[in-house]
């Protein structure tokens, strides 16, 4: 069919049925977060014999865990402004890459300063490469299952974080601490080739960069074969332009309230996440679990992210993020909390999964609102700052566990202390519902959710 002189390209997405192009940058996306949080968490679950080895204690573990999350923060603040202005795919591929090469060099690490240094570098090419991911998806994504698409996308990290147990479980007393980091690295290179052989740019971003209509027309074509347009078609977009991503564009347009709840939203709930993640197997081997049982039990807690995920995508698409978000916060904080109080392995074993669920499901459906809030010119930006502030607090949660175990507190102490950031979360989730009620928004935030009940298109 011919196309009209002027095509808007969100509306011109939102009407085609899913292709198989769709498909694989969902699908590429996702296993890079299958990747990412394979690396990602896999220190937390070699901590007991890497501190041996190199004989660091519970306060140096802190810093080492915080080393690799202050270059996270480095990263998405970053390379997260710097994709919104030279493109989504190439900034996203290097940082992959950036991950790969130092998360596979930590295994050389001798001393603490090394150790420190590279875990930094890591955390750098991560930092940068989620908020793309999370981009790349929205945008190549229809509205009526963009809810479900980002989930989808977002559980590739809890699957690589449970998968990181899984595997460390028989390689750390076969092969050593190391083989484990050499084996994630190894594969996040390896991922590099196929990134760049199939995954295309935002055609979403290339409507911004202008002077890109033959790419832009080939996309739309492979996406839609019948889809045909002019040398003279014009490419838009229905939401408002920016010239250049800025921070100040977030707190533009009645967005700067939204913004601030939605950075108290990442600030706590990275610094629970990232707080139970580093220092879950060593408590649970700490309390005379053996290590790779208490590997196994950490790594329920991703595990519970995994199994919600896409329910989380449905509930959010059907009735609305902020109600169930907060519910899903608040149910992580009371397993938290119990945690302290059960003594059989089963028990741990459920709440931990249980966890998972309300704290790492929460976090990924924190970013599915991040991306909701922004349009196309400032995404990136938008959610880059988001996990870039949230990162604070992911650096403060590993060192204050540190501190904690240090000084012995009691473990029923240390859980009640770790639900408390999951209840700030939630009543910010719950203050964000509120405002976007204020502004006239049904509870939904615009424009990545599906369009009411009533629009057939979101049946």
């Known amino acids: 069919m011919t196309s009209p002189a002027t095509v808007d390209v969100s509306q011109l997405l939102d009407e085609q049925k899913v292709s198989s192009l769709q498909i694989r940058v969902a699908v590429l996306c996702a296993l890079s977060g299958v ?3 394979f690396n990602a968490q896999v220190i937390g679950y070699v901590a007991p ?9 519970h306060r140096e573990m802190g810093l080492v865990f915080a080393s690799s999350l202050v270059g996270v923060m480095a990263g998405t603040l970053t390379f997260g402004p710097l994709a919104d202005r030279f493109g989504r795919r190439r900034i996203f591929i290097a940082c992959i890459f950036i991950f790969g090469i130092f998360s596979a060099a930590t295994a050389l690490a001798s001393s603490l300063d090394n150790l420190i240094l590279l875990r930094f570098l890591a955390g750098v090419g991560f930092g940068g490469a989620l908020p793309n991911a999370v981009a790349l998806t929205a945008e190549f994504s229809p509205k009526r299952i963009r809810g479900t698409m980002l989930m989808a996308m977002f559980a590739g990290f809890p699957v690589g974080a449970m998968l990181a147990g899984f595997a460390a479980a028989p390689l750390v007393p076969a092969y050593g601490w190391r083989s484990v980091f050499v084996l994630s690295g190894a594969l996040q290179i390896l991922l590099v080739p196929v990134l760049i052989v199939g995954l295309p740019e935002s055609i979403h ?4 960069e202008g002077g890109k209509e033959r790419q832009i027309s080939a996309l739309l074509s492979r996406i839609n074969p019948r889809l045909k ?3 003279e078609t014009r490419f838009i977009l229905s939401e408002k332009q920016t010239a250049l991503a800025a921070v100040g564009d977030l ?18 709930s990275l610094l629970d996440l990232y707080l139970l993640t580093s220092w879950l197997p060593t408590i649970f081997h700490g309390a005379g679990m053996t290590l790779s049982l208490s590997i196994i039990a950490a790594a329920l807690f991703p595990a519970g992210a995994v199994s919600t995920s896409i329910v989380l995508g449905r509930a959010f ?9 907060a519910l899903t916060y608040l149910g992580g904080a009371v397993a938290v909390a119990l945690l302290g109080h059960v003594h059989s392995v089963a028990g741990i074993m459920i709440l931990t ?6 704290i790492m499901g929460g976090e990924m459906g924190a970013m599915f609102v991040a991306a909701s809030i922004y349009p196309t010119s400032i995404r990136s930006t938008g959610v880059g700052w988001a996990l870039g502030v949230g990162r604070i607090g992911s650096i403060i949660g590993p060192i204050f566990g540190g501190l904690m175990l240090a000084n012995q507190w009691p473990l029923s102490t240390i859980f009640l202390v770790c639900a408390a ?6 009543g910010a989730v719950h203050l964000m519902g509120r405002a976007k009620r204020a502004t006239g928004a049904a509870g939904r935030a615009e424009p990545l959710f599906v369009p009411s009940r009533s629009d057939p298109r979101g049946a």
């Open 49 to 57: 014999p890497l501190a041996r080895t190199l004989h660091l204690s």
């Open 317 to 325: 698409d059907r009735f609305g993020a902020y109600r169930v978000l």
């Open 353 to 358: 999964f249980c966890a998972g669920v309300g």
């Open 421 to 426: 950031p999951a209840i700030i979360g939630a």
């Open 205 to 208: 971003h290339l409507v911004l």
């Open 35 to 37: 990747l990412d949080g």
């Open 251 to 268: 707190f533009r347009q009645r967005r700067a309230w939204l913004t601030v709840l939605m950075w108290t939203v990442f600030f706590a």
């Open 229 to 231: 347009f002019d040398s």
